[in-house]
């Protein structure tokens, strides 16, 4: 068992292992908010794109 000094190894869940400049964790971490951004940035073109459809009927 770790102790308190010693930082936790990578779990093979994929859960962060805590280090504080782990370069897996913070792959992970960018990878998932580029995710979300792209995403986020999809629905907002549709919804710009359908209320531009719907004003100009």
Do not use: Y
């Not at 308190?4 to 913070?26: D, R, T």
Request: aromatic share 6%; net charge negative.
């Amino acid at each position: 068992m770790a102790s308190e000094a010693e930082p936790i190894e990578l779990e093979e869940s994929g859960k962060l292992c805590g280090h504080v400049f782990c370069s897996q964790c913070l792959r992970d971490s960018l990878r998932n908010t580029a995710f979300l951004w792209s995403k986020l940035l999809l629905v907002m073109s549709l919804i710009l794109v359908l209320n531009l459809g719907l004003s100009l009927n």
